[in-house]
């Protein structure tokens, strides 16, 4: 991601919920526009260059992964000097909202896309879901989902047994099926860990010709949260809005994870699971020799004793 200069750096770590909500509030109204809708969803845009994200995102998650508490698109404003509309959901709603499709309808009436050389939507999970869902309402722009759902409609997923309660929402009415709403973008990615079952399946129904389906491995079901902790997320946004997020450059970039314990405990207790000691031996080795792992120490040393006996 190319450097910028930017005096844009809020800091809200500090507020409680309610005051949080007034600043997201005033940065809007100060720097773009803050539109409320209802008590479950809001949207604030920043205006600066004409690159543009449209992120989803909820406030428990901006609150636990941000330590700024402030949403992805602030930092991509910061950072790189981009524009970003951000939408913002109280709990994981799927933003399935007639509040909200009437927000982007408007969007779309008035034109608010077409102002911005590159639209990148981006969201996580639920969010992923949004992301592409309204991706539809700009054509031709990019879209960057991590672990996205396709629907919680019960007739495409009911083998989707993490969100039994939440499929009394809306999946079959307008922007309902996300795999068909990416038909307008330029390009998609699906980034997702293959050996979480409900994740992967999901991702297969975005089997698309203008989508591309990134595996990563061992990393597990919160793609963002590994990923913002790796500082792994600005550089897959901008690479994605650039269009220049391909098999080598993501496989090049998660190399990141070989320093990432969370993904390292992982991978070694699926070795183990799996009888691999040999491997696990090399695991073992090769995380020792670079880190303080007590963890990793330890099983060494008991395949090294199991050796010494045999």
């Given at each position: 991601?190319?450097?910028?200069?930017?005096?844009?750096?809020?800091?809200?770590?500090?507020?409680?919920?309610?005051?949080?909500?007034?600043?997201?509030?005033?940065?809007?109204?100060?720097?773009?526009?803050?539109?409320?809708?209802?008590?479950?969803?809001?949207?604030?845009?920043?205006?600066?260059?004409?690159?543009?994200?449209?992120?989803?995102?909820?406030?428990?998650?901006?609150?636990?992964?941000?330590?700024?508490r402030t949403p992805i698109g602030f930092?991509?404003?910061?950072?790189?000097?981009?524009?970003?509309?951000?939408?913002?959901?109280?709990?994981?709603?799927?933003?399935?909202?007639?509040?909200?499709?009437?927000?982007?309808?408007?969007?779309?009436?008035?034109?608010?896309?077409?102002?911005?050389?590159?639209?990148?939507?981006?969201?996580?999970?639920?969010?992923?879901?949004?992301?592409?869902?309204?991706?539809?309402?700009?054509?031709?722009?990019?879209?960057?989902?991590?672990?996205?759902?396709?629907?919680?409609?019960?007739?495409?997923?009911?083998?989707?047994?993490?969100?039994?309660?939440?499929?009394?929402?809306?999946?079959?009415?307008?922007?309902?099926?996300?795999?068909?709403?990416?038909?307008?973008?330029?390009?998609?990615?699906?980034?997702?860990?293959?050996?979480?079952?409900?994740?992967?399946?999901?991702?297969?129904?975005?089997?698309?010709?203008?989508?591309?389906?990134?595996?990563?491995?061992?990393?597990?079901?919160?793609?963002?949260?590994?990923?913002?902790?790796?500082?792994?997320?600005?550089?897959?946004?901008?690479?994605?809005?650039?269009?220049?997020?391909?098999?080598?450059?993501?496989?090049?970039?998660?190399?990141?994870?070989?320093?990432?314990?969370?993904?390292?405990?992982?991978?070694?207790?699926?070795?183990?699971?799996?009888?691999?000691?040999?491997?696990?031996?090399?695991?073992?080795?090769?995380?020792?020799?670079?880190?303080?792992?007590?963890?990793?120490?330890?099983?060494?040393?008991?395949?090294?004793?199991?050796?010494?006996?045999?």
């Amino acid at each position: 991601m190319e450097s910028h200069q930017s005096t844009f750096a809020p800091d809200l770590s500090h507020l409680s919920r309610s005051e949080w909500l007034g600043a997201l509030r005033r940065i809007g109204e100060e720097q773009g526009f803050a539109e409320p809708m209802g008590k479950t969803h809001a949207a604030i845009f920043v205006e600066d260059g004409d690159t543009l994200i449209v992120s989803f995102e909820s406030m428990s998650g901006i609150e636990a992964l941000s330590e700024t508490r402030t949403p992805i698109g602030f930092d991509m404003v910061g950072g790189a000097g981009w524009s970003s509309l951000s939408l913002l959901s109280h709990g994981d709603t799927w933003f399935r909202d007639p509040r909200v499709y009437a927000f982007f309808d408007q969007l779309q009436d008035d034109g608010f896309f077409d102002e911005f050389e590159t639209v990148l939507f981006y969201g996580a999970g639920p969010c992923g879901y949004a992301a592409g869902a309204y991706s539809v309402t700009a054509p031709g722009a990019r879209v960057l989902m991590l672990q996205p759902q396709a629907t919680l409609d019960p007739r495409v997923a009911e083998w989707d047994d993490r969100f039994a309660e939440e499929r009394r929402r809306d999946f079959t009415s307008r922007y309902g099926f996300a795999p068909e709403m990416i038909d307008a973008a330029d390009k998609a990615w699906v980034i997702y860990d293959p050996r979480e079952r409900l994740d992967a399946m999901h991702s297969a129904l975005f089997e698309k010709p203008n989508v591309a389906r990134y595996r990563a491995p061992f990393m597990g079901g919160a793609l963002q949260a590994d990923f913002r902790a790796l500082d792994l997320l600005p550089g897959l946004l901008s690479a994605a809005a650039e269009d220049r997020l391909s098999p080598a450059l993501f496989a090049s970039m998660l190399r990141a994870r070989r320093d990432h314990p969370p993904y390292l405990r992982r991978l070694l207790h699926r070795l183990d699971a799996d009888g691999r000691t040999e491997l696990t031996r090399i695991l073992c080795e090769n995380v020792v020799a670079r880190m303080h792992a007590p963890r990793f120490r330890r099983r060494l040393a008991q395949i090294e004793s199991t050796d010494d006996s045999a």
